[in-house]
């Protein structure tokens, strides 16, 4: 049963008649089942907000889907401590299936859920949703990717996020798929999913199919569909994963308002708004300093979350959201990202979208992963760029980089200084976290700046 076939149904109903199966750690799950063992977990106390905390194995999938079709407002998270002074009841993963302790507030809801923004650059904030308006995105991406009953979809990134679960399991479970949910993946894990389950769709992260890929051998079925999202596609990783996989789709969405847009298959540069999305550009606020301006992206959604609060301070979201990305939109509709406005920087006149920048290096050999930050102490031309650089080649070096980048970077492109690193530190949803790059390598008192390279630019 689908939204798209029986659009009169309330969208609830069509989740809780979905014949999909979850296959989690070994086991093969129902989603009635699922739905029918968290309502006997569910406390039947109404009008509480329950805080669901790292939804890893059976018992906080169940929990899940019986608080959406029971209407029980919930607040999703990793972090339990995130949740102890919003939530009256607080439901953990644990080994033995759940552990439950006492939160500290209790608040009057509706039936609503709520994400927790990523944070990437500022404190997190609380975003609510309808599940109804929320099934009513997912039903459109499993229009556009065309899920359905015989599709083995494999999930590998986190259902507290928008991504894994408005763009991944809940189109899944409308389609009724086939769904194996990997919560802890790793490049082990991801590879031997990959190998011996073969899925048809994969919903994964730049960050975590970048090694993988290099592990797979060229496809000669070409039948799987891989789904990006967290940050951004390269070029060279999208031309990977069409050789070992068949097809890559580019996913573009936010936690205030979920999916957004998908590209065409093999197109990721090029993204499609969802039907009954709709985009315009603007000047962007961000980079209005500079000489060259970027236009950021805003976005009309017929299923955006109803607000979001901070400090106990609740604010409607605007009929128009600003995304704070830097974009084109093309002439056929369609629009290309190129990075957020917000980690964009004036050099010598021109806008660098620090985004575009990252791109460039990790198309370079060796270089895994590369964050690029804008330090606070002044260089002669300006603010000092500095980049982090993950690799596990022992060869590559500052110098060598630098190198390349006098070859292949305009020069108001070049950092000013590189670190070296083994592993980046990471937000559960893939996207560096660089708030804590910025903490541990280059903050007073753990200032632990590179050293400066001479003639950068």
Not at 65 to 86: E, H, N
Not at 126 to 154: C, F, G, P, Y
Request: charge should be neutral.
């Amino acid at each position: 049963m689908t939204l798209a076939n029986n659009t009169e149904l309330d969208a609830l109903s069509c989740l809780a008649s979905s014949a999909a199966h979850i296959n989690l750690a070994g086991q093969r799950y129902g989603t009635a089942e699922l739905i029918a063992r968290g309502r006997k977990l569910l406390s039947s106390k109404p009008h509480i907000l329950l805080g669901l905390c790292r939804i890893e194995n059976a018992d906080m999938l169940a929990l899940l889907l019986a608080s959406f079709c029971s209407r029980q407002a919930c607040l999703l998270a990793a972090d339990p401590s995130l949740l102890a002074k919003r939530c009256a009841v607080i439901y953990g993963a644990a080994d033995q299936g759940i552990s439950v302790t006492q939160g500290e507030h209790s608040a009057e809801c509706r039936g609503d859920f709520a994400v927790l923004s990523s944070g990437t650059l500022g404190d997190p904030k609380l975003i609510w949703h309808d599940i109804n308006a929320t099934l009513s995105t997912a039903d459109l991406v499993r229009k556009r990717l065309e899920l359905n009953a015989q599709s083995r979809v494999l999930i590998s990134v986190p259902l507290h996020h928008m991504y894994g679960l408005g763009a991944a399991l809940l189109p899944a479970l409308l389609a009724g798929s086939d769904i194996y949910f990997l919560p802890k993946s790793n490049l082990l894990t991801l590879y031997q999913a990959l190998t011996q389950i073969k899925p048809d769709f994969i919903y994964s992260t730049p960050h975590q199919m970048r090694p993988v890929l290099k592990r797979l051998r060229p496809s000669t079925s070409g039948q799987q569909h891989l789904v990006l999202a967290g940050d951004a596609v390269t070029p060279e990783l999208a031309i990977q994963a069409q050789q070992c996989l068949g097809q890559c789709f580019n996913l573009y969405g936010s936690s205030e308002l979920g999916v957004v847009a998908i590209s065409a298959a093999n197109e990721v540069q090029r993204l499609q708004a969802l039907e009954g999305v709709s985009v315009r550009s603007e000047a962007a606020n961000d980079c209005s300093d500079t000489k060259e301006q970027g236009e950021t992206l805003w976005v009309q959604h017929p299923y955006a979350a109803k607000g979001w609060c901070r400090d106990q301070h609740f604010q409607k979201l605007a009929r128009w959201w600003n995304s704070r990305d830097v974009a084109a939109i093309h002439p056929d509709g369609t629009f290309s990202l190129r990075g957020r406005a917000d980690l964009s920087v004036n050099r010598a006149g021109k806008l660098l979208v620090l985004a575009e920048l990252e791109q460039q290096l990790m198309s370079w050999p060796e270089i895994e992963m590369a964050v690029a930050s804008v330090l606070p102490q002044q260089q002669a031309g300006g603010l000092t760029l500095a980049v982090l650089i993950q690799t596990a080649a022992s060869h590559v070096n500052g110098e060598s980089i630098h190198q390349l980048a006098l070859e292949r970077l305009p020069y108001f492109a070049r950092p000013d200084c590189y670190h070296l690193a083994t592993a980046i530190p990471c937000l559960a949803s893939g996207k560096p976290d660089r708030k804590k790059i910025m903490r541990e390598y280059y903050d007073e008192p753990n200032r632990n700046y590179p050293t400066v390279t001479a003639a950068a630019r």
